[in-house]
């Protein structure tokens, strides 16, 4: 079953970015596509090498990256 994250913001290399994680890959394309199911919807902020998510059914995480980077996203959970 494949997971996907349509994200809306900067920081992912386009205003509208989509990723696709299938069992052992990952593809990331530059277009909007809406789950068949959507799981949750977050807000991703990414600040050197801190990400904080904030999700309704997630609540409040904060997890540490190992490279720096700059992102602020609006997410939509789902599977294909």
């Known amino acids: 079953m494949k997971k ?3 994200e809306i913001g900067f920081g992912n290399g386009s205003l509208l ?3 696709i994680e299938g069992e052992d ?3 990331r394309v530059k277009r909007f596509i809406i789950p068949k199911k959507i ?3 977050y807000f991703r ?3 050197f090498k801190r990400v904080l998510i904030i999700s309704p059914f997630g609540g409040l995480t904060i997890k540490k990256k190992n490279r720096n ?3 602020l996203l609006f997410g939509i ?4």
């Open 69 to 71: 980077n700059l992102k």
């Open 77 to 80: 959970e789902g599977i294909a």
């Open 17 to 19: 970015s989509t990723e």
């Open 4 to 6: 996907i994250y349509t």
């Open 39 to 41: 799981t949750g919807v």
């Open 45 to 47: 902020f990414w600040v």
């Open 25 to 27: 890959s990952e593809v």
